[in-house]
């Protein structure tokens, strides 16, 4: 079991940043590849970008590749999400998830932390 605890969300201007965290309990934590997800309000949830257990292999959904910066630190069990040039269109409660290495889809996900862009 792999339990995951975000932090760091919070109300900025547009054009601003914020840095998420997320820390996890897996002893394993470099076994899993990490990703970030968001949701706004009356939305499905969307992918944002993902890290592979090595830090090797990044991925972005198009709508955030350039501003966000997904990174980690296997030595403190911690995925970062450094979020720059934030949008009114990026406020969203951001989750993040964990994957066993060869395993299909996101089986742990964490409570979830509010960002919220004023214009």
């Known amino acids: 079991q792999v339990q995951l605890v975000e932090s760091g969300g919070g109300l900025v201007q547009a054009g601003g940043s914020l840095r998420l965290s997320c820390a996890a309990s897996?002893?394993?934590?470099?076994?899993?590849?990490m990703a970030w997800f968001r949701q706004a309000p009356g939305k499905e949830r969307e992918f944002v970008a993902q890290?592979?257990?090595?830090?090797?292999?990044?991925y972005y959904a198009d709508s955030v590749k350039g501003p966000f910066t997904i990174s980690r630190d296997n030595a403190k069990n911690t995925v970062y999400l450094q979020m720059n040039s934030l949008k009114p269109e990026d406020s969203a409660v951001y989750y993040c998830?964990?994957?066993?290495?060869?395993?299909?889809?996101?089986?742990?996900w964490g409570q979830g932390t509010q960002v919220t862009v004023s214009s």
């Open positions: 998830a964990a994957r066993k290495v060869g395993a299909d889809g996101y089986a742990y």
């Open positions: 897996a002893r394993t934590f470099g076994s899993y590849t």
């Open positions: 890290i592979m257990w090595s830090g090797g292999s990044i």
